[in-house]
């Protein structure tokens, strides 16, 4: 696992629906005003969100964004893992080592990756919530 800007990204869009406190659901522009990202990447990443099952949409007039469940049921590992494409160094993991540089490289990602996925599974959204909430003003 990784965490680039396409999950950084998918992460702070995420923030942004789970704080948005008006009964209708969030428009794409409001979303984009907070994320500061263009619109076509902005509409790549919900529909990654959707896919997995972590946004719903809404078309037409009076359309857009929210959560399909409650912030402190979604964990950043999901985020993430919908959002970044499959990890360049996905080759070494899948690979029989030849070498011990092979094999040592390949050692390497797989704990960065447990490490990672492990901390980011223990992270939910609703948790990062609290922490904001609790920021001096």
């Known amino acids: 696992m990784t965490l680039s800007e396409h999950g950084w ?6 923030a942004t629906l789970a704080t948005h406190t008006g009964a209708e659901a969030l428009r794409l522009k409001d979303i984009r ?8 990447y902005m509409e790549r990443t919900l529909a ?22 409650p912030a402190h049921q979604v964990t950043l590992a999901e985020i993430v893992t919908a959002a970044e494409s499959p990890e360049p160094h996905a ?35 609703g948790s990062l919530l609290k922490i904001e909430q609790k920021r001096p003003s």
């Open 9 to 14: 990204n998918a992460i702070m869009t995420m």
């Open 33 to 40: 005003s907070q994320v500061k990202v263009s619109r076509p």
């Open 48 to 69: 990654k969100l959707r896919q997995a099952g972590l946004v719903e949409g809404i078309r037409g007039t009076g359309g857009g964004y929210y959560l399909s469940k």
């Open 91 to 125: 080759q070494w993991l899948d690979m029989q080592p030849n070498t011990v540089e092979q094999l040592v490289t390949q050692e390497i990602w797989r704990e960065m990756d447990n490490k990672l996925y492990g901390l980011l599974s223990t992270m939910t959204l």
